[in-house]
């Protein structure tokens, strides 16, 4: 019989390890993967429809935000190393957390690299959090 007292996780407890100094991020999106469906007919066949069968995985890119802090330059510093050269690849994670802190499931970026960074928009009459974006490029995403 299944626990009663299970609930779903709190998408909102969740922590980065990203290879970077500070891992504290505000959002994660993007984690996702698809897979390209093949149609295929043989010409001698007499069903005149076309079989599906599945192609190539194709993973989006994982974008990071979170707030800017005095001094901590390891976004665009990261980015800055990849750009133009070979590209400085790291393995990140993303876990989610229950309620104790502890880790239940982990998403594993295989070989990521910044594609993108992204600076705040800057607002003289907001007064909101200054924001950076790095959006991640990578080649698997490994569940655990």
Same mark, same amino acid.
């Given at each position: ?22 891992? /504290?991020? %505000? +959002?994660?999106? /993007? ?5 390209? #469906? *093949?149609? =295929? ?6 069903? =005149? ?5 599945? /192609?190539?995985?194709? =993973? /989006?890119?994982?974008? $990071?935000?979170?707030? *800017? &802090?005095?001094?901590?330059? +390891? ?7 990849? #750009? ?7 393995? &990140?994670? *993303?876990?989610? $957390? +229950?309620?104790?802190?502890?880790? &239940? #499931?982990?998403?594993? $970026? %295989? ?13 003289? #009459? ?19």
């Amino acid at each position: 019989m299944a626990n009663s007292n299970v609930y779903p996780l709190a998408k909102f407890h969740f922590k980065v390890e990203w290879g970077g100094a500070r891992a /504290g991020f %505000q +959002d994660v999106s /993007g984690v996702e993967e698809t897979t390209d #469906v *093949i149609e =295929y007919r043989e010409g001698t066949t007499n069903v =005149y429809t076309k079989i599906k069968m599945p /192609g190539l995985i194709k =993973y /989006g890119n994982v974008t $990071l935000k979170r707030g *800017i &802090v005095t001094g901590d330059f +390891d976004e665009s510093n990261w980015f800055s190393a990849t #750009v133009g050269t070979t590209p400085v690849r790291r393995t &990140v994670k *993303i876990m989610m $957390l +229950d309620d104790t802190g502890s880790t &239940v #499931v982990t998403w594993t $970026l %295989q070989n990521a690299f910044p594609a993108s960074y992204k600076f705040t928009e800057l607002n003289a #009459v907001g007064n909101e959090v200054a924001i950076e974006t790095l959006e991640l490029a990578h080649e698997g995403i490994l569940r655990s």
